[in-house]
């Protein structure tokens, strides 16, 4: 039997109220977040109306210097929409 799109929409308000909401004031250069097994970093935060994150994965090259890759920005505002979860704060 399948089920009315009122029932899902249950389904789904219920599921997303479980998950902590993130707020985007608490976001500071440098946190780790866990994104489908990968590590990412915010390496910088956008002076802009939007207040842009650009996230990378960091990466150690054979001569052990860090760098990063796989770059991704997004509006402060969409955070929650990127399946981030917090890992830990990184001490600068």
């Known amino acids: 039997m399948s089920k009315t799109p009122a029932q899902l929409d249950r389904e789904i308000a219920e599921a997303l109220e ?4 993130f707020d985007p004031s608490q976001l500071r250069v ?3 977040f866990d994104h489908i097994g990968h590590t990412y970093e915010i390496v910088k935060i956008g ?3 939007a ?7 960091p990466h ?4 052990g210097k860090l ?3 796989d770059h991704r920005s997004f509006p402060a505002r969409d955070f929650d929409r990127q ?3 917090p ?4 001490e600068r």
């Not at 479980?18 to 909401?21: D, E, H, I, S, V």
């Not at 207040?51 to 994965?57: E, L, W």
């Not at 890992?87 to 990184?90: A, D, N, S, Y």
């Open 83 to 85: 399946h981030l979860t």
């Open 30 to 32: 440098g946190q780790q």
């Open 18 to 21: 479980g998950r902590a909401k």
């Open 51 to 57: 207040r842009t994150i650009q996230i990378a994965r």
């Open 87 to 90: 890992i830990k704060t990184r």
């Open 60 to 63: 150690k090259d054979t001569f």
């Open 67 to 69: 760098g990063y890759i």
């Open 47 to 49: 002076r802009d109306k």
